[in-house]
Each structure stands twice: as structure tokens, then as C-alpha cells.
């Protein structure tokens, strides 16, 4: 029955244009998203909704995942930043995109840090390394990103992250207040991230120095 939904998703992605890149929905076949899920939800991995993580979090709705990256104009050689590894869902199915790149994917909560790690070891994909953190100060070891996807809602785009952005790159992150966010995709031109609105969404809220909280 899952992988019937899954078929089904993929053509509600075509048949409405949500989603054109076939890169993107070869990554969806091959990273398998029931390995993301708690194993009580298995039969649930791939109904249009988040699923609940440790932690107290969430695995975003597929929909909503193919939607930011599709934003983010990944190119092969792209080195990525995403805050919130959660799963490690959205990063694995950027990592295989970005064959020839790398990601690096920041969570705050140390048991899902480890939760990534392990599912992300499961798909053998190399090019991904998990960090136990505080994202909302970005990854300066790395910087700086061709790209930078934030996973959590926030305030507004923390500062460190636009700085370890790239001229020229892309930045996808939910927006604005605790409950509802307008997903933004902005572009760093010359320092400043040009921005727009990819319509409202509602995403678990960013933690840390630059977050609604700090933990
Ligand atoms: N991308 C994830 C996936 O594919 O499963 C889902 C992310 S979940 C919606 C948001 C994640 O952001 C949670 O795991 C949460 O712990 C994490 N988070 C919140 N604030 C953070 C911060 N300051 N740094 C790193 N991770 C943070």
C-alpha cells in the first residue's frame, strides 16, 4: 500500500508541475523514506504529512521537502549547509543530487543528530557529514555554501547564515512567526539576499542564539 501512495505522490507532482526536476524525483525513488521513519510509522512513510521523530520532531511532509529543494537550483558540485538534520531525510536526498559536492547538516538535539547519522549510514551515501549543534550560528568550518536550506521556522535568516552564503547563492528557509512561516528563497547579490515568497507553510520552530528559543 506505501508504495502505491508513493507512485501516487509522484504523479500528483507531475500531473500539477509542483515538482519538474527529474533529478529530484529519481533521488525520491532511490532514498527510500521509510528508512527515515520510526518504525511505527512505516506504513505511513509516504502519506503527504510530517511524521513524528524523536525528540519531539518532526520528519517534514514530503510535498513540502521537494518544494525546498527544487528551490534551492542544486548544481552537482554544490556544497551545501541544511540546519536541522531531523531524520536526515531532506539532506540524503540533496547529498544524491549533489553527487560530485557535499553536504553538511547541523542538528541541535544530540539523539537526532545520532538518529541521522545512522539512517544516512544505511543509504551508503559519503558525501554527508551530521554535526551536533547550533545551527542558527550556521557551520563557519565549512563555509562558505553554494547553498543553505533551514528546516526549522525562524524569526528571520540569521545573520552568520547569510555570511557563510555564497555571492550568488540560494538560501530556502520558513520564515516569520511561531505558527505560520512564508517559505522563502532568496539569492545573495552583492551581500544582500534578494527575496521571494513561495507561499505559507508551518514548520517546528528554530532553536538556539538565533531562534525563538535557545533550546
Ligand atoms: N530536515 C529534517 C528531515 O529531513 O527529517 C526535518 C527537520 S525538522 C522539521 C526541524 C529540525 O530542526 C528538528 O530536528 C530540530 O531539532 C532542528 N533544529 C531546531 N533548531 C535547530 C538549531 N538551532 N540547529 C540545528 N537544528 C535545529
Given at each position: ?43 505511513e512513510a ?5 511524521l ?15 518544494i525546498?529543494i ?17 531524520s ?40 554527508i ?54 517559505m ?32
Amino acid at each position: 500500500m506505501f508504495l502505491l501512495n508513493k507512485e501516487k505522490l509522484i504523479k500528483y507532482w507531475k500531473e500539477t508541475k509542483l515538482i519538474e526536476d527529474k533529478r529530484l524525483i529519481k533521488a525520491f525513488r532511490s532514498i527510500l523514506r521509510e528508512n527515515f521513519v520510526l518504525p511505527e510509522y512505516i506504513s505511513e512513510a509516504y502519506a503527504d504529512y510530517p511524521l513524528p521523530i524523536p525528540g519531539g520532531q518532526t520528519i517534514s511532509q514530503p510535498t513540502t521537502v521537494m518544494i525546498m529543494i527544487e528551490a534551492l537550483e542544486l548544481k552537482e558540485t554544490d556544497k551545501v549547509l541544511e540546519i536541522g538534520a531531523g531524520s536526515g531525510w531532506c539532506a540524503a536526498l540533496i547529498a544524491y543530487i549533489v553527487k560530485k559536492g557535499f553536504v553538511y547538516t547541523v542538528e541541535i538535539i544530540e539523539k537526532l543528530a545520532n538518529f541521522a547519522k545512522s539512517n544516512i549510514k544505511n543509504t551508503g551515501l559519503k558525501n554527508i557529514k551530521v554535526i551536533h549543534g547550533d545551527g542558527s550560528c550556521g557551520y563557519p568550518k565549512a563555509a562558505p555554501y553554494d547553498k543553505i536550506i533551514i528546516t526549522a521556522a525562524c524569526p528571520t535568516i540569521p545573520q552568520p547564515l547569510i555570511a557563510q552564503l555564497k555571492e550568488g547563492g540560494i538560501i530556502v528557509a520558513p520564515v516569520g512567526g511561531y505558527y505560520i512561516q512564508k517559505m522563502i528563497k532568496a539569492r545573495k547579490i552583492k551581500g544582500k539576499l534578494i527575496e521571494e515568497n513561495l507561499g505559507d507553510f508551518r514548520f517546528v520552530p528554530l532553536k538556539g542564539v538565533f531562534g525563538f528559543h535557545r533550546n
